[in-house]
């Protein structure tokens, strides 16, 4: 079920339908963006690291302007191919800032930046204002009908852990990278995509985390527990 790593040839050469009377993505902040994705897998493939490497949560929070009565890229092509960026960028282990700084991208307004808590800590809001900035993907094609079973992707992102101090947790930031992937999943697997799956229930049973002890950590009995009913679903997919 898995796919292919992105290279920085598959990010140079990716090519967008531009559209005109009606609304698109500017394709200089589309461009700016690529050029930033293609620089982090060059650095991880062993080149020239150029500036910080860019991680899922930044291009999945990120923003364009649109445009009307002038070129800009298909939206629904940009938001499926940085759907795919962001599983690629979670899988090797890209999936959170860890409060690096790097260059931001074109301001929208309102928009504030800024790294945040863990996104699954329970006692505190775990998402951006505004939630996902990708446009329904549209449903023509050959893509198969929407399934849904018991848990949906919004479950995962919402999903909430007790943290732990004083006794054993599990790494924040390894169980949100992990968690980052099985949101993509469930998304793709929702809309009836399960060629683009970057998890298989076998990965979700067989994971294991590292452990914390004195700082923060998440509950590893509800961490475990979730990822039971977690592979529980996508074998249900599977089955399919």
């Not at 339908?17 to 493939?45: F, K, S």
């Not at 505004?130 to 094609?141: E, F, I, L, N, V």
């Not at 949906?152 to 054993?168: G, I, K, N, P, Y």
């Not at 994971?207 to 961490?223: E, H, L, S």
Request: aromatic content about 6%.
């Amino acid at each position: 079920m898995g796919t292919m790593p992105l290279t920085p040839a598959d990010i140079r050469e990716k090519k967008f339908h531009t559209v005109r009377l009606r609304p698109g993505y500017n394709e200089e902040d589309v461009d700016a963006l690529l050029d930033r994705i293609e620089a982090t897998l060059v650095a991880l493939e062993g080149g020239p690291r150029s500036g910080p490497l860019i991680t899922a949560d930044e291009v999945r929070n990120s923003r364009f302007r649109t445009t009307r009565l002038s070129p800009g890229y298909r939206e629904d092509e940009v938001d499926d191919f940085l759907d795919v960026v962001v599983a690629d960028l979670a899988g090797r282990g890209l999936g959170r800032s860890g409060g690096q700084t790097s260059p931001p991208l074109p301001p929208r307004p309102g928009q504030g930046d800024g790294p945040g808590p863990s996104r699954h800590q329970a006692t505190e809001p775990q998402h951006p204002v505004g939630g996902r900035r990708y446009a329904p993907a549209d449903a023509s094609g050959s893509e198969r009908p929407p399934q849904r079973f018991g848990m949906t992707s919004e479950d995962v992102r919402e999903q909430q852990f007790a943290t732990t101090r004083l006794t054993t947790g599990y790494n924040e930031q390894e169980v949100d990278d992990f968690l980052d992937r099985a949101e993509f999943t469930l998304d793709v697997l929702q809309k009836g995509r399960p060629e683009r799956a970057t998890l298989t229930a076998a990965e979700v049973e067989r994971i294991q985390f590292a452990t914390t002890r004195a700082r923060p950590g998440y509950d590893p009995a509800q961490v475990d527990r979730f990822l039971d009913v977690l592979a529980e679903e996508l074998r249900r997919y599977e089955q399919q």
